[in-house]
């Protein structure tokens, strides 16, 4: 079966005539502390926040609002996913329960840790005086034997396929056809022993540490921030089974994250649901319930920003991971 990377490469290949740019993009250090300047909010609320150049303003806002406002003949693909619901039947299972499930499946070691990761996202940009636009990106990053790795960005989105895609590359929201590439970049060899390049550990308070680490916060980390972690983690490493277990028990003993019961993620995977509650937003985290692991992330506002236009029960992000 040909490489993920490759499916995506011929589904839309880079055009040699295409334009090259001065500013290379941030190595893996700079853009785990970018997105932590990003996401941190105070007293623990994240928010992401889309900054366009004052230079295109006109520009950007006729472009956003015929995008917002346009008829349903062109039916672009800009619509905010609706949050994930949980299913109102179903038996809600304990994180304990499960990390007791990852367990037993960990004694196969099947599978296996590898590095690089797959991952769907959809995140909103927000602006001080422009309406909200959901970006949707597909990015898939392999890593060779030699240590250097390739990492194919596309604007693609599973919900709405064969459709145009809102993208903000180069600071200017525009549509571009399904499986644009936004970023394809080949990095050299790099052999850093620091998180979250280093191997995580299959041991729970090992990969607790692990995970202070690679985002430069405390052993003693708290719910917010260990989901956060979560992310870094799983954007680095497809995890093994081993791994899995040991952070489903990180996430057993994680202080105010409640079973919710089943869902079907944005990927038509079926997983359990677990909450976490703070003021002005809610996440959510999908896990496997026969092997334990993160199926994904979603944060929704709970309370409404109308300097943004944002809703209450609007999508701030979501991550879906795969293997």
Same mark, same amino acid.
């Given at each position: 079966m040909a490489d993920d990377l490759d499916l995506l490469r011929l589904a839309n290949p880079l055009p040699a005539d295409g334009p090259h740019y001065g500013d290379g993009p941030l190595d893996h250090h700079a853009e785990r502390h970018l997105n932590r300047l990003l996401h941190e909010r105070p007293a623990g609320r994240r928010r992401t926040r889309l900054l366009w150049s004052l230079a295109t303003g006109a520009v950007v806002a006729t472009t956003a609002l015929t995008l917002l406002l346009s008829g349903p003949s062109t039916a672009p693909a800009v619509a905010a996913p609706r949050p994930l619901i949980v299913q109102a039947d179903s038996t809600p299972v304990s994180l304990r329960q499960l990390a007791e499930r990852a367990e037993a499946v960990a004694t196969d070691a099947s599978?296996? /840790?590898? +590095?690089?990761?797959?991952?769907?996202? @959809?995140?909103?940009?927000? &602006?001080?005086? #422009?309406?909200?636009?959901?970006?949707?990106?597909?990015?898939? *990053?392999? @890593? #060779?034997?030699?240590? &250097?790795?390739?990492?194919?960005? *596309?604007?693609?989105?599973?919900?709405?396929?064969?459709?145009? *895609? /809102?993208?903000?590359?180069?600071?200017?929201?525009?549509? %571009?056809?399904?499986?644009?590439v936004i970023n394809r970049q080949t990095y050299p060899p790099s052999w850093s022993d620091a998180?979250?390049? &280093?191997?995580?550990?299959?041991?729970?308070? +090992?990969?607790? =540490?692990?995970l202070a680490e690679a985002t430069n916060t405390h052993d003693s980390m708290d719910t917010p921030e260990l989901l956060y972690a979560v992310g870094v983690l799983l954007d680095n490493w497809t995890l093994g089974a081993p791994e $899995?277990?040991?952070?489903?028990?990180?996430? =057993?003993?994680?202080?105010?994250?409640?079973?919710?019961?089943?869902v079907t993620d944005r990927l038509g995977r079926r997983g359990q649901a677990y909450v976490y509650d703070a003021p002005g937003y809610r996440r959510m985290l999908i896990m496997d319930p026969s092997t334990g692991a993160v199926l994904?992330?979603?944060? %929704?506002? $709970? #309370?409404?920003?109308?300097?943004?236009?944002? +809703?209450a029960g609007a999508v701030e992000d979501y991550s879906a991971w795969m293997r």
């Open positions: 599978p296996r /840790l590898r +590095k690089g990761t797959h991952a769907q996202s @959809w995140s909103l940009g927000m &602006s001080d005086d #422009k309406p909200p636009i959901t970006l949707p990106q597909e990015r898939v *990053v392999r @890593w #060779k034997a030699d240590g &250097s790795h390739t990492e194919l960005v *596309v604007a693609t989105d599973p919900l709405h396929p064969g459709r145009p *895609v /809102l993208s903000d590359a180069n600071g200017d929201p525009h549509l %571009v056809e399904d499986r644009h998180p979250p390049e &280093s191997p995580p550990p299959h041991d729970p308070a +090992k990969l607790r =540490a692990y $899995t277990a040991a952070l489903a028990e990180l996430l =057993a003993d994680a202080e105010g994250l409640r079973p919710a019961g089943q994904g992330l979603e944060t %929704v506002y $709970t #309370k409404a920003m109308p300097e943004y236009g944002v +809703k």
